[in-house]
């Protein structure tokens, strides 16, 4: 039987509470939902003392000299974070790109994900648990140039949940990571010179994965996303979306890596390298409660 990595679950990650948390997130303004989300975000992170304890070890290796107190101040902001990117995901996200559009200050980069696309290739955008991830990939797949994007996804362990999170449109398509015949069609889109957005954290405990020298210590990333790439002719770039002071959103695209044979491990270090620097600029934004150098946690 194959095991795969259990990273992390919980009991309200279910479409009922969704629901219950939309209704109440759209009856207040953003600011004022903003603001609520975060004081609940910070309530919420006091009752969950594992995941707590894993955020900050992983943020003392992030913040090496960080005070107690400091470290202190800072997991509190990342459950915090959470929450207002949490009430985004329900209310913001699910808005027409034109309105998306208006909540971004930001787009570094965005030259690159056009001379990508000029080559006809495709490319394979990799992102991380950094920012509002989601609202990265719904203004990435409605830009100017990009035909198409196909976002791999892991499966939600509630697939009420999952069918209400995931709906695909003319110019996004959600794909289950576990789908046995995902990878051929993902190869295919790339040749039509289409997009695939993938995570780039998250290994999936099998010989995909690699060590990578991550803050100073050795951690698992997936190799998957190069190998594709390599396969298929595409580039790679990295993409994050992260929230500005103001609460509008910063979207960043890295230069294009164009992985030949035998080097994609070379573009994984690039790539993890990128990610150390945007988990450093935005430690309270990157939303990982477990121990992110620990092995994978296999459960049947």
């Known amino acids: 039987m194959v095991v795969k990595p259990r990273w992390y679950s919980h009991g309200l990650n279910r479409l009922a509470y969704y629901r219950l948390a939309a209704g109440a997130a759209a009856l207040l303004p953003r600011p004022a939902r903003l603001a609520a989300a975060r004081a609940v975000g910070r309530g919420m992170g006091r009752r969950l003392p594992a995941e707590w304890r894993a955020v900050r070890g992983n943020l003392a290796r992030v913040l090496p000299e960080a005070r107690p107190s400091e470290l202190e101040r800072a997991v509190s902001d990342t459950f915090a974070n959470f929450g207002a990117f949490f009430a985004d995901l329900l209310i913001v996200n699910r808005a027409a790109h034109a309105t998306l559009a208006r909540y971004v200050a930001r787009r570094p980069g965005d030259e690159h994900l056009g001379a990508a696309f000029t080559v006809g290739r495709g490319a394979v955008l990799v992102t991380a648990h950094l920012g509002n991830w989601d609202l990265g990939g719904r203004l990435l797949a409605g830009r100017g140039g990009v035909p198409r994007t196909h976002v791999v996804l892991s499966p939600e362990e509630d697939a009420a949940l999952e069918r209400h999170l995931r709906v695909n449109a003319p110019e996004l398509r959600f794909v289950t990571r576990s789908h046995p015949t995902s990878t051929l069609g993902l190869l295919a889109a790339l040749r039509r010179g289409e997009a695939v957005a993938m995570q780039g954290d998250r290994p999936t405990g099998e010989r995909g994965d690699r ?37 509008r959103y910063r979207v960043d695209v890295g230069t294009p890596i164009w992985v030949k044979s035998g080097e994609e491990m070379a573009g994984l270090e690039a790539m993890v390298a990128a990610l150390e620097d945007a988990v450093r600029a935005h430690p309270t934004q990157w939303f990982n409660f477990f121990d992110v150098w620990a092995p994978p946690v296999a459960a049947p």
């Open 211 to 247: 060590l990578v020298p991550f803050f100073g210590a050795p951690a698992a990333f997936p190799i998957g996303p190069f190998v594709l790439a390599r396969a298929a002719g595409s580039p790679v770039l990295h993409a994050f979306c992260t929230m500005e002071r103001d609460g």
